[in-house]
């Protein structure tokens, strides 16, 4: 074990990490209680998924930053995860994109604006009306 | 470890020490793809049947992922407090820590299967097998095949995480790591908190909205 290394990073990145981490964990806490207690409220249409999403995603970069130390460690790591982040973007914002501008009976039938299938009985929708398929 | 744990191809330990953090930073990135796909599926099955989705979400015990969040967030710490025993060198108090954190993730997962096995009950399983009378609205089938998917994804990497803590905890209190070197307890443990990443957001998805 004798490998003479430069200490100056580790001692610099790991000096007193305890307290970061406390405080850290105490906010996942009440960030927590927080996004429990606002979905009991039911806000309203789109809102309760906004601040769902807003808090989850405060809590990730809590995650991210410090307990898996990007925001004290160089280099490339922060590059990977931010490109990772691009393509979560890409990918869920043009599927979301694609469905929402579609013609209405390109949609399943049961959604949204969705004509009733083709063949299948007018009924008002019920259980398991999507799974049926075509003759 | 008789030798020294930095490979010839390597200048020094320092260098070693990145290149293995970005290489697993890289895996992390694949990983965060591979739920990525899921939670796509879910925007869009989510944007489709709005009812049926929140429907069903309510019909969740809200209790029991709160609860694992909790636990989950709190592993974290404790994972943390090991890398933190590890840069200080002190290999026991690693194995520790782990230890707390493996049996964390066994709390996460008793829960989880109480979970599963009220789910098999009530009939609230995805596709043609979804019976559950509580929710009988278009798309409340495909809920559940993505709560099963998202979920059953999630669990296996809680298992591989436990592994992995295990088996990097037995050898930190064998001594293999010390101060100088512990890149190993530094990647599980970004292992075990992306684990908690991803429950994170699967938190409120599934049970909150």
């Known amino acids: ?135 | 470890m008789q030798a020294s744990p930095l490979a010839h191809h390597f200048e020094n330990l320092e260098k070693q020490a990145h290149a293995a953090r970005l290489g697993m930073w890289l895996f992390l990135a694949t990983e965060i793809l591979l739920f990525t796909v899921l939670f796509a599926a879910y925007a869009l099955y989510r944007f489709l049947f709005p009812e049926a989705f929140a429907l069903s979400s309510r019909a969740l015990e809200t209790w029991v992922g709160f609860v694992n969040t909790i636990v989950l967030v709190t592993s974290s710490l404790t994972v943390a407090t090991g890398l933190h025993s590890a840069t200080r060198g002190d290999g026991r108090k690693t194995a520790l820590w782990f230890g707390i954190s493996v049996l964390l993730a066994v709390v996460f997962l008793v829960l989880k299967a109480y979970e599963y096995n009220h789910h098999f009950h009530t009939g609230q399983l995805p596709g043609r097998f979804y019976t559950y009378e509580g929710v009988k609205a278009p798309g409340a089938p495909m809920y559940f095949t993505l709560y099963f998917l998202i979920t059953g994804l999630h669990a296996i990497h809680v298992i591989v995480g436990m592994t992995v803590l295990v088996v990097i905890g037995a050898l930190a209190r064998k001594g293999r790591y010390t101060a100088a070197y512990h890149v190993p307890v530094e990647l599980g443990a970004l292992y075990w908190h992306l684990v908690d990443l991803i429950w994170i957001f699967v938190f409120p998805l599934i049970y909150l909205i």
């Open chain 1, 1 to 135: 074990m004798a490998e003479p290394v430069a200490h100056d990073e580790h001692a610099a990145t790991h000096r007193s990490h305890m307290p970061v981490y406390l405080g850290v964990w105490v906010a996942l806490l009440v960030l927590t209680v927080v996004t429990y207690a606002v979905a009991k409220v039911h806000l309203p249409g789109a809102w309760a998924v906004a601040v769902a999403l807003l808090i989850a995603s405060l809590k990730g970069a809590l995650v991210a930053l410090f307990f898996m130390h990007l925001w004290d460690q160089r280099g490339a790591n922060r590059l990977v995860f931010l490109t990772s982040l691009v393509f979560v973007a890409l990918l869920i914002g043009l599927v979301i994109a694609d469905n929402a501008t579609r013609f209405p009976l390109a949609n399943p039938p049961g959604t949204r604006g969705a004509l009733p299938a083709e063949g299948s009985v007018r009924e008002p929708p019920a259980a398991n009306v999507q799974q049926r398929n075509r003759p």
